[in-house]
Each structure stands twice: as C-alpha cells, then as structure tokens.
C-alpha cells in the first residue's frame, strides 16, 4: 500500500507562510494525483489543493485560492503545499492524499491513500 508522510507543519504567526511537504516511501507518486486536505475540530475534512499526476491541472477551493500553491517535484518524489498570508482559520490537521485518476478533483471520497497529517496551527 501506498504510504505517505506529511511533514512541515508548525505554529505561526497569522500573516506567516508555512510549506509542507508530502513524501512517499518505496513507490513512485509520478502516476498520482495528489491532493491537500485539511480537517479543523468539530469540522469535515475539506480540500485545499490538488494537482494532477503530470502537474498541468491543479484546483483550490475560493478560501485559498491566491494564498497557497501545489507543485511537486518529481526527483524528489515530494508534493509540497505553500500557505502564504496564513489566517487562524487556517489551523487544522493538513492530510496529503494519492489518487489514480485524470486530472484531479477535491472531493476526499476520491482518494484511497492517505497519510497520518501534519498540524498547522496559526495563532499569535
């Protein structure tokens, strides 16, 4: 099974930028559309950012759009998510995901390979 790990979360100040990082071990993610979710206490889990496996299509929903951006290295086998102009309703568990599909979508339901997260808190 796929395995992903998330990494970079941090507390910051609002106003502050944060990158995370989305790493798989012993697979490729080169096939994968990745996706960002996040999941604040009491909330559902929404999408945040995706990108297709060849890194031509990506989606954000309006609350970040200009505010964060997807791109993924594929030497690296990484997807990173920068948050820019962080805002306290920000904060939440971030999830990267793996899905086989065309383009990519941010509904959850549609991606089977998930990491344990990475807390983002966003507080002064």
């Known amino acids: 099974q796929l395995q992903l790990v998330e990494s970079g979360g941090h507390l910051v100040q609002p106003g502050g930028s944060l990158r995370l990082s989305c790493a798989a071990s012993?697979?490729?993610?080169?096939?994968?559309?990745i996706g960002w979710f996040r999941q604040a206490p009491g909330k559902e889990r929404e999408g945040v950012s995706c990108?297709?496996?060849?890194?031509?299509?990506?989606n954000y929903p309006d609350s970040v759009k200009g505010r964060f951006t997807i791109s993924r290295d594929y030497a690296k086998n990484t997807v990173f998510l920068q948050m820019n102009s962080l805002k306290p309703e920000d904060t939440a568990v971030y999830y990267c995901?793996?899905?086989?599909?065309?383009?990519?979508?941010?509904?959850?339901?549609?991606?089977?390979?998930w990491g344990q997260g990475t807390q983002v808190t966003v507080s002064s």
């Open positions: 012993r697979f490729t993610l080169d096939a994968y559309a």
């Open positions: 995901a793996a899905a086989l599909m065309g383009g990519c979508r941010l509904n959850r339901y549609a991606y089977a390979n």
């Open positions: 990108i297709s496996s060849r890194g031509g299509i990506t």
